[in-house]
């Protein structure tokens, strides 16, 4: 028994080293794995995020949203007052201190000015901030309101209500693609080097990619947010697009017995007929090429057979979110 004890006093380190020996072991295994992982390949952790997020949103998360959001839009508002009201008191701080200097005669009488124009621009800053903390609450109020609605199912679920929104906009921005009469009255709409109208495609670019899959995509308030406003971004664009292209494109009318009106209605006719059958001949042709490009892509061996570089057609609607990171706003 003795010499048993002997043996484990004299060896009684090595249980914990061995230990402590696998637990460095473990770890320099899994972080020399994490550095072997190649590029796109997620951990475990992020595999569960990842789940988490692609987990469809609970009806009553759905039902809330928009007033969460609406509640995170006035807290931003209220931190903005706050920052106002600081930056406020600093602009008031610099223009006591440019006095007193200007009193010992160390500045001139232009950096007071410049320091009250700064202290302006803080009052009239923390003004617009107040106000809008007053339209945020407005907002809370009626998602308020909408909910026993929603709730009751009269009423769209908000991301629902912000898609249809959006797909109007779409609707109405197609009419002047596919009516050859809007596009003969009003080509500013279909011209992509018209300011307003590449406004609008930035616009509507960005809201794309913002764009949710379904109704059911999990979707945080502040991802809300940010799709309501690019979609009301994008609806302004367009309006100010529309407005300018109908407003330049009026003309005195005509006396409806004059010649003169009934050869140029004769003219747009004939050119809206030749532009219609223009656009059939066109269609068919490109269903021709979709088909052919089909078959081709069908009968490849591999999926990288096709030569790089090589386009496949536009897609409608725009796919969502087909980039790593949203278009600048």
């Known amino acids: 028994m003795e010499p048993l ?11 914990p080293a061995a230990a402590g020996a696998g637990t460095v072991g473990w770890v320099g295994v ?12 997620t951990t475990t952790g992020d595999r569960a995020v990842r789940a988490w997020a692609s987990r469809p949103l609970s009806k009553a998360a759905a039902r809330r949203l928009e007033l969460d959001a609406a509640q995170l ?16 008191k600093v602009a008031d701080a610099e223009v006591v201190r440019a006095q007193a200097e200007r009193a010992a005669s160390r500045v001139s009488s232009d950096t007071v000015a410049a320091a009250r124009a700064r202290l302006v621009d803080a009052q009239r800053d923390l003004r617009a901030a107040m106000a809008e903390v007053r339209a945020r ?16 199912g009269s009423a769209p679920l908000p991301v629902a209500r912000l898609l249809a929104e959006h797909d109007a906009i779409l609707a109405r921005w197609m009419a002047y693609e596919t009516d050859p009469g809007l596009a ?5 709409m279909s011209d992509s080097r018209s300011p307003l109208l590449a406004e609008f495609l930035r616009a509507h670019e960005r809201a794309q990619w913002l764009r949710p899959a379904s109704v059911q995509t999990r979707l945080e308030p502040a991802d809300y947010l940010a799709y309501r406003d690019a979609v009301r971004r994008t609806a302004h664009a367009f309006d100010r697009a529309e407005r300018a ?10 006396e409806g017995g004059d010649a003169w009106s009934r050869v140029a209605s004769d003219l747009a006719e004939t050119a809206q007929r030749a532009l219609a059958r223009s656009m059939e001949s066109m269609g068919r042709a490109a269903a021709r090429s979709w088909t052919e490009r089909g078959a081709r892509r069908a009968s490849a061996k591999r999926p990288d057979a096709a030569a790089p570089g090589s386009d496949d057609g536009p897609v409608w609607p725009p796919p969502a979110r087909d980039r790593p990171h949203p278009p600048a706003s």
Do not use: N
């Open 245 to 254: 292209a109908r407003q330049g494109t009026e003309q005195p009318g005509f």
């Open 137 to 152: 609450r407005a907002g809370v109020k009626a998602a308020k309101a909408m909910l026993p609605a929603i709730r009751a």
């Open 184 to 188: 003969i009255d009003y080509p500013q």
């Open 5 to 15: 004890v002997a043996l484990l006093a004299e060896w009684w380190w090595i249980g």
């Open 73 to 88: 839009d006035l807290q931003t508002a209220r931190h903005a007052v706050t920052r106002g009201r600081a930056d406020v």
């Open 30 to 41: 899994r972080r020399s794995r994490r550095r072997a992982l190649p590029a796109g390949t």
